[in-house]
């Protein structure tokens, strides 16, 4: 392991890193003040990896490695709003991955035009996929895609499990209801 400078904190070499579990990888990560830029050499090197692994997938461009709300370390990507996001992981050798959407968002999620106030409302999603049902499996190259399948691949987790997420968002009172 090297000293990170000014911390005295011991940072694994890239080797170690791999070394480790996932949940060993993620509890050091936490530790880090990437501010300060522990780590730095690490997550650059996980972020080359994950572009060698991911970032030939048509849509994605892997805008390198950032700092995320509160101080970690994540890898970022872009990629367009249809996109299948469960091509993806949310974290790769430890490190979170963290996508936007590159582009204009459909009606259904722009001010002014959508439903409810928190963009990201389950029935936005429901109403885009059943306006351009069509466009989606075109766009993802599945002619036969169900509607269920066009939901699950534009959150990037099964449909109803996000749909349970945001209404325990709603009911904790972190979020506007939408239904």
Known sequence: ????????????????WLALSDAERRNEASRW??????GHEIVAEV????????????????TGLGIYHGGDWVI???????????????????IGVRTLIGGEL??????????????WAPPHYEQFVDRCAGEIRR????????????????IGMPFEQFRELCRQSVREGRMAAFE
């Open 1 to 16: 392991m090297s000293s990170s400078p000014g911390s005295g904190r011991r940072i694994p070499t890239f080797a170690e």
């Open 33 to 38: 003040n990437a501010y300060a830029g522990e």
């Open 47 to 62: 972020t080359e990896d994950f572009r060698v692994k991911y970032g030939t997938i048509p849509g994605v461009d892997v």
């Open 76 to 94: 970022g990507v872009t990629h367009p709003f249809v996109f299948d996001r469960r091509l993806l992981p949310t974290s790769h050798l430890g």
């Open 106 to 119: 459909p009606p259904e999620f722009q001010d002014g035009q959508r439903r409810y106030p928190y963009v």
């Open 139 to 154: 766009q993802l190259g599945r002619p036969n895609m169900s509607r269920d399948e066009m939901l699950s691949a534009l």
